[in-house]
């Protein structure tokens, strides 16, 4: 059920340490003008390829503690030194870039359990920002071999996109000393806001549950760049983060109930307006359309592309675009082969058919690039006299032929379908009542897999006997 927001007021009364305001902020450290034009050039692709942002009551929370923090991590700065962005991405990850910027996706959001849990990510993130770690890197990560030829293959951003690369990118990963110095930093900072420091390390000990809640045997088999690859979590930084909270001994405030009510009703999973994904398939209820992936695909979404990766590098783009009403689907085809080859169309077989009762140009030739042959095909599809849809694929030369399902799959959805896919899945937070039971509630959870164990890694408490009046997580349809 949808809840009125009411977390903020009781959050804000965390009090803060007491900073002085006169320091010019352009002085500050990770903050200056060069940084911030930095973090600005960043923020768009980031927001682009992570599914945009969220906005609204659940976005103001995150920021309020965000913000509180940040200026925490570097005395002097304001609130609006810092731009605090919740990601309506299902893949959990976290990040930061030059310039106060900072970054929180959904699907990371899912997995907490108080604001002291939020807050210790959001202090690691501006730990990052405060050390300058970005001025140590080895610069921005740098498209490898498959990259380029995607790029040059399949096209444009939608090929960074399948590629992980494009905003990834900006969130390359740091080194495990600043991994490490942003884990002390991070704690360091909620302390100062006034949160528990040992949410620290609960919070990393929740990323290992990721793949328990979701029904996967890795979390990375998603295909995208999630918190695992940018912030490698092993059981060692876990200890580690554990022994410095309890040197600490300091404890503060939690703030469950504030948080609990934040994400209630949240999106759990892929945007239902961005389409679905569940395992190979694809499902978008706004478009009533879908297709299926060749088996061991891995598939990433965001508003522009449907991108998709196989085990043996070949991968695929789905894009949708208008074009002229009645414009023959031979010339689109062409003008797509010329725009992915800058101009030098291949000679490529070429035949129309209907797929599923949708009028298709199917097009595939052989190429020739620096790492060897591959087959790249042209596939597409109209659904409307002004409305065409474009599946381009590559494959090692030879391993063309997997798409063939791929292509044969592509459908208008049934009204059950549309209705699922319009659904998605949410966060609903529920009061325990009297009598109910871990086996009672976890029935009540949309995942098809196990869902007592799904229930338990989501709310991160052991299989035992539940208590009247706590609140709990639950995934619904």
Known sequence: MKRMFKALAASLAISLVAVPAAVPAQNLAGL???????????YKEIVQQFGGKVDGPLADYVRGVGTRIAM????????????VTVLNSPVPNAMATPGGYLYITRGLLAMMNSEAELASVLGHEAGHVAARHSDKRQGRATIGALGTVAAAILGGSQAAELANLGASAWVAGFSRSQENEADTLGMRYAIAAGYDPRAAASMLAALDRVAVVEGKENIERRGVNSFFSTH???????????????ATGRTGATNREAFLAAIDDMNFGDAPDQGIISGP???????????????????QNSPQAVAGRGRDGSQFVFTGGRVQPGQDLQSIVRQSWSQMTNGQVPQANYVERQVNSLDAGLSEARMSTRQGQ????????????????????????????????????????????????????RIDVVTVRPGDTTQGLAQ???????????????????DRPLQPGEKLKIIVG
Do not use: C, K
Not at 74 to 81: E, K, L, T
Not at 281 to 299: E, I, K, M, V
Not at 375 to 382: C, L, Q
């Open 374 to 425: 591959v087959d790249v095909g042209v596939h597409a599809f109209r659904t409307a006299p002004d409305q065409v849809y474009l599946l381009r694929t590559m494959a090692p030369a030879g391993r063309g032929g997997q798409f063939q399902s791929l292509v044969g799959s592509f459908r208008r959805l049934t009204s059950a379908e549309v209705a699922a896919a319009g659904r998605g899945r």
């Open 232 to 246: 490698p979590v092993t059981a060692e930084r876990v200890q580690r983060v554990a022994q410095q909270a309890a």
């Open 281 to 299: 398939s694809f499902r978008h209820a706004g478009l009533r359309l879908g297709f299926d992936a060749p088996p061991g695909f891995t598939l």
């Open 32 to 42: 200056s003008q060069r940084d911030r034009q930095i973090g600005a050039q960043g």
């Open 72 to 83: 925490a991590s570097v005395p002097g700065s304001r609130p609006q030194d810092w731009t």
């Open 444 to 462: 009540r959870m949309a995942p098809p897999y196990n869902r007592v164990q799904s229930f338990l890694a989501l709310n991160g408490i052991p």
